[in-house]
């Protein structure tokens, strides 16, 4: 893919660097002259030293041959301008939109006429919460947050002293509000489970549940026989 990035801060550099590393091209646009020399010798691709709610800049960029745009900067109307622009001059692009202040994102995913602008709507800082509080709440485990749902993505190991080694996915009882979604053996290998899939002796699970039930999942799964 080819993606645009609107802003050189801490997370847009950070997802300018993922993106390269897995083989996309990657342009940055940054208004901070300093900031985008010194950027142009930490990435690979191009860095533009200017304002991307500014149509030209954007076709400097080559607006109409990329995939996806990202407004990234800390300016919740800047990057809601950009995202705008982004779409009159590449109705095909995708764009992902940050939003800094939360009341902002409430407001513009409310607008309808707006919603057509942006495909993805981004908090930084909401998800940082986020995670932070619930790992004060559910401590212990890896997670996966869906805010939005009231949900989570957690994962558990199993070892010989798990009380779920060895049984059906079936006899665990799990709360209706949660679902194994994967089981990974000792060896790493996937295992989509049924009701009749045995889980290993060693090795771990995947589960999706909502966060009203995620302590007694927790107690359900974890500890020793």
């Known amino acids: 893919m080819y993606v645009i990035i609107m802003g ?3 997370v847009g550099y950070l ?5 390269e590393a897995d083989g996309h091209d990657v342009t940055i646009i940054e208004m901070d002259r300093n900031r985008a020399k010194e950027l142009s010798m930490q990435i690979n691709g191009l860095v533009i030293e200017g304002d991307a ?3 030209r800049t954007l ?5 109409k041959q990329a995939d996806a745009f990202a407004a990234l900067t800390g300016k919740d109307d800047a990057n809601l301008l950009a995202c705008i622009l982004a779409k009159h001059l590449n109705p ?3 764009t992902s939109l940050r939003i800094s202040n939360p009341k902002n994102r409430l407001i513009f995913e409310e607008v309808t006429d707006l919603r057509k602008y942006f495909d993805f709507v981004i908090s930084p800082e909401v998800i940082a919460a986020e995670y932070i509080s619930r790992n004060i709440v559910t401590p212990g485990f890896d997670r996966v947050l869906f805010p939005k749902e009231g949900a989570e993505i957690v994962r558990f190991n199993i070892d010989e002293n798990s009380k779920i080694a060895g ?4 006899e665990l009882n799990l709360p209706k509000d949660a679902l194994i979604i994967a089981v990974y053996d000792e ?8 009701g009749d899939t045995r889980l290993p002796e060693k090795g771990q699970i995947i589960v999706f549940a909502k966060n009203s039930v995620l302590k007694d999942v927790k107690e359900l799964l974890e500890g020793e026989d």
């Open 92 to 94: 095909n692009i995708k």
């Open 15 to 19: 997802v300018a660097k993922m993106l």
């Open 59 to 63: 076709e400097e960029a080559n607006i």
């Open 8 to 10: 050189a801060g801490r």
């Open 167 to 170: 049984k059906l996915v079936k």
């Open 187 to 194: 060896k790493g290998n996937l295992i989509i489970p049924s």
């Open 53 to 55: 709610t500014d149509p």
